[in-house]
């Protein structure tokens, strides 16, 4: 890794951290970076499940008075959430880099297109209802989008946002609560098999952790002087760039 590679990483770490602390959408930054320095899809791929890890766990920390409210009821969806992540970690795990590599592109698009369209997908308020957990519906919806975020992950949060939304009572913030607890066991259980996989880049990922850091603290700063409609279309303009790069590396 070179001087310049360390460079990017950490300002892509860091642009990641207050993208996601503005408007999320940051693993199209840190999986972008970590492709343009030479790192293989798969690893790519599982390294920034990685380095999007602390943010996971932080937002839900910002959460956790309205967890306290819900959680022995979400215990169910967060066993479903595990199981579809360790399903799709372990297919993400058992194609070869070309046969991923021809995916990306065409994962890229729908998030990118997910993601723009996060606006229109958000949960309308329903007056601060208690969050209704673990039908029927809402789980099989619920194992779909783990399936998803253990396989790739980008526009994961916007992905079940929307779909918590359509099948669980409750306001907007107790549903984001939620997803954001999903999203810590989404993520933990992929970390793990690809650490187990040896799939992760420790020397990549330990450059990205603390730029990712100080971004998620300067996203506030950002937060306020900046439009999210702004941070929205840059990370837009990110992702169809990574898939048009895809398209015409593959």
Not at 43 to 67: H, K, R
Not at 79 to 89: F, Y
Not at 136 to 148: D, E, M, N
Request: glycine share 14%; charged share 5%; net charge positive.
């Amino acid at each position: 890794m070179t001087f310049f590679d360390a460079a990017l990483l950490f300002l892509s770490g860091f642009v990641s951290g207050a993208v996601n602390a503005v408007a999320g959408g940051g693993t199209f930054v840190t999986f972008g970076a970590m492709s343009l320095v030479g790192l293989p899809p798969i690893v790519a791929n599982a390294t920034s499940s990685v380095t999007q890890f602390p943010g996971y766990i932080t937002s839900t920390l910002a959460y956790l008075d309205d967890i306290r409210h819900f959680w022995r009821q979400a215990l169910l969806l967060c066993v479903i959430s595990a199981l579809g992540a360790l399903a799709g970690s372990l297919i993400l795990l058992a194609l070869s880099n070309p046969s991923f590599r021809a995916l990306v592109p065409w994962l890229l698009i729908a998030a990118t297109a997910l993601f723009a369209a996060g606006p229109w997908l958000k949960p309308a308020p329903k007056g601060g209802a208690e969050a209704k957990v673990g039908s029927f519906a809402g789980s099989l919806a619920q194992f779909a989008t783990s399936v998803y975020g253990g396989f790739f992950g980008a526009g994961m949060g916007v992905m079940m946002l929307a779909t918590l939304g359509l099948t669980q009572a409750g306001d907007y913030h107790r549903l984001n609560a939620l997803k954001n607890m999903l999203a810590v066991v989404i993520a933990a259980i992929a970390i793990l098999v690809f650490v187990s996989g040896g799939v992760v880049a420790w020397p990549q990922a330990i450059v990205m952790i603390p730029g990712g850091a100080l971004g998620g603290y300067a996203g506030v700063w950002i937060a306020k002087r900046v439009p999210q409609g702004v941070v929205r279309g840059f990370v837009v303009a990110v992702g169809l760039f990574l898939a048009f790069y895809y398209f015409t590396k593959g």
